[in-house]
């Protein structure tokens, strides 16, 4: 009985045992792949990120990226900047050209305008018409309101104020219309040489003159002092047509009482000197609304100074001789 029970409990074991085996195999087997999937030194982890996330290298590579189109696009700006400024300088230029082409033909209408501007006669104190209104007996004409251009025109440039300022003008657009400005370096070579045209007119363009002239309403200045101003016109007192309209001009005290106390005079015998000085205007690049002062061209203004030397009633020829 007691060895029937022992093969009974033996054989009753044997289940357990190979359960047992296959357990123990299967841990075996787990801990085996467990230690072939564990990173070593030279095999880096598995990225255990989301599929679909970037890592700091795609980062820094589309960062990267980012710059140099930013880069292109930066370049390309430029360029267009450039463009810009060229068609804009373009466009100036043409618009100056147009100034050009224009300013004679303005000069000589408003030459055509004869009537001056009207002071109020309140703000001046002896405002007298030194222009003599009756007929003289000396051989002259009466000054007349009539001017002959084409004689301002073509003639000497100190013969009068006006063919002073055309002489002026032309000598502008012999030398001014060769310089390019069609890009910023040229219009700042443009600036150069019209400050420097400027200052080598001034030197340039001055003489001693003798004009037969008519002054017009001789005033006193507005500070109430003793300068006084009025309107000059070169004349020819045979005909008793001025070369160009009257001009204001200022007239120093001594001529200005002299002409004031002999209104029955209508021509002076003016003598001086007469000296062009064009004045340089960066921010002036056409003529405005007022035109004051007068424009030369783009950049340069007119300017001229008379110096006074002597003022004597003019003579007719034959008067002259016969007192030699």
Same mark, same amino acid.
């Given at each position: 009985?007691?060895?029937?029970?022992?093969?009974?409990?033996?054989?009753?074991?044997?289940?357990?045992?190979?359960?047992?085996?296959?357990?123990?195999?299967?841990?075996?087997?787990?801990g085996a792949?467990?230690?072939?999937?564990?990173?070593?030194?030279?095999?880096?982890?598995?990225?255990?990120?989301?599929?679909?996330?970037?890592?700091?290298?795609?980062?820094?590579?589309?960062?990267?990226?980012?710059?140099?189109?930013?880069?292109?696009?930066?370049?390309?700006?430029?360029?267009?900047?450039?463009?810009?400024?060229?068609?804009?300088?373009?466009?100036?230029?043409?618009?100056?050209?147009?100034?050009?082409?224009?300013?004679?033909?303005?000069? *000589?209408? !408003?030459?055509?305008?004869?009537?001056?501007?009207? @002071?109020?006669? &309140?703000? =001046?104190?002896? #405002?007298?018409?030194? +222009?003599?209104?009756?007929?003289?007996?000396?051989?002259?004409?009466?000054?007349?309101?009539?001017?002959?251009?084409?004689?301002?025109?073509?003639?000497?440039?100190?013969?009068?104020?006006?063919?002073?300022?055309?002489?002026?003008?032309?000598?502008?657009?012999?030398?001014?219309?060769?310089?390019?400005?069609?890009?910023?370096?040229?219009?700042?070579?443009?600036?150069?040489?019209?400050?420097?045209?400027?200052?080598?007119?001034?030197?340039?363009?001055?003489?001693?003159?003798?004009?037969?002239?008519? *002054?017009? !309403?001789?005033?006193?200045?507005?500070?109430?002092? @003793?300068?006084? &101003?009025? =309107?000059?016109? #070169?004349?020819?007192? +045979?005909?008793?047509?001025?070369?160009?309209p009257a001009?204001?001009?200022?007239?120093?005290?001594?001529?200005?009482?002299?002409?004031?106390r002999a209104?029955?005079?209508?021509?002076?015998?003016?003598?001086?000197?007469?000296?062009?000085?064009?004045?340089?205007?960066?921010?002036?690049?056409?003529?405005?609304?007022?035109?004051?002062?007068?424009?030369?061209?783009?950049?340069?203004?007119?300017?001229?100074?008379?110096?006074?030397?002597?003022?004597?009633?003019?003579?007719?020829?034959?008067?002259?001789?016969?007192? !030699?």
């Open positions: 009985m007691t060895h029937k029970a022992t093969q009974s409990d033996g054989r009753m074991s044997m289940p357990f045992l190979r359960m047992g085996s296959c357990l123990l195999c299967m841990i075996l087997a787990m792949r467990a230690q072939t999937d564990a990173p070593t030194e030279t095999q880096p982890a598995q990225d255990l990120s989301e599929p679909g996330q970037m890592t700091v290298d795609d980062l820094a590579m589309q960062l990267q990226l980012v710059r140099e189109q930013n880069d292109v696009l930066r370049k390309q700006v430029d360029l267009l900047e450039r463009e810009r400024d060229a068609l804009l300088s373009q466009l100036r230029f043409a618009q100056q050209l147009l100034v050009e082409h224009n300013l004679m033909d303005e000069a *000589i209408a !408003r030459a055509n305008q004869v009537d001056t501007p009207q @002071r109020s006669p &309140s703000m =001046y104190e002896n #405002v007298q018409p030194v +222009r003599n209104t009756q007929q003289v007996d000396n051989g002259a004409t009466e000054p007349s309101d009539e001017f002959d251009t084409k004689a301002w025109k073509d003639a000497d440039p100190f013969s009068s104020p006006w063919a002073l300022r055309a002489a002026v003008v032309r000598s502008y657009f012999e030398q001014m219309s060769i310089i390019p400005r069609s890009t910023l370096r040229e219009q700042d070579l443009f600036h150069d040489a019209v400050a420097r045209w400027t200052r080598t007119t001034s030197r340039e363009l001055r003489s001693q003159i003798e004009w037969t002239v008519s *002054i017009e !309403r001789i005033e006193r200045d507005v500070d109430g002092g @003793r300068r006084f &101003s009025g =309107y000059l016109r #070169v004349m020819d007192p +045979r005909t008793g047509i001025g070369v160009g001009i204001l001009v200022p007239i120093p005290e001594r001529y200005a009482v002299r002409a004031l209104p029955d005079v209508s021509y002076w015998e003016l003598r001086g000197e007469v000296i062009a000085e064009p004045r340089y205007n960066p921010d002036r690049a056409e003529r405005g609304i007022f035109d004051e002062p007068p424009i030369i061209g783009p950049f340069a203004e007119h300017g001229w100074k008379l110096m006074w030397r002597n003022m004597q009633p003019w003579k007719a020829p034959e008067e002259t001789h016969e007192e !030699r």
